[in-house]
């Protein structure tokens, strides 16, 4: 099964295990295919803002391979990296990033200023890859929250 097929067999799996969280998902997957590091989303249930998925997972990663830097890692995730997360991806420098659901205009890693991507030297390849079932989840989970 192909990354994308593994991801999406995940993400059901560990939104059933958080369903009160948001449905955030991140897995990062070294060039071979195994499987290095996965996360929810924790902001929900630790009171935390900062605990996405996508920044657990690279924390994660970056402690199985004890490393510096992401160099050679694909990471997928639901929602397209906010901004927080883009600052960490762009960082530890991951090469590529597909993701399921665009965030709001301002709000991803696809707004991230051109200059501010130079400076740090590393332009990753991002994905979009359209998926009804993670853009239901999302708005399913922030209907009831409002």
Do not use: W
């Not at 994308?4 to 993400?11: C, E, K, S």
């Not at 994660?60 to 490393?67: D, G, N, P, Q, V």
């Amino acid at each position: 099964m192909d990354l994308v097929g593994r991801f999406l067999n995940a993400y059901k799996s560990a939104k059933q295990q958080y369903p009160n969280e948001i449905p955030s998902f991140t897995q990062i997957y070294d060039p071979s295919g195994n499987l290095l590091a996965e996360s929810n989303n924790l902001v929900e249930s630790t009171l935390n803002a900062t605990e996405h998925s996508e920044i657990n997972a690279i924390n994660k990663a970056l402690k199985t391979l004890r490393e510096k830097y992401l160099i050679d890692v694909t990471l997928l995730t639901a929602l397209e990296p906010c901004l927080q997360c883009a600052g960490s991806i762009l960082r530890v420098k991951i090469p590529r990033v597909l993701y399921f659901l665009p965030a709001k205009k301002g709000e991803g890693i696809t707004s991230y200023s051109t200059e501010s991507i130079y400076l740090l030297n590393h332009f990753p390849k991002l994905e979009y890859i359209e998926n009804s079932e993670i853009m239901n989840d999302f708005k399913e989970f922030f209907k009831e929250k409002r």
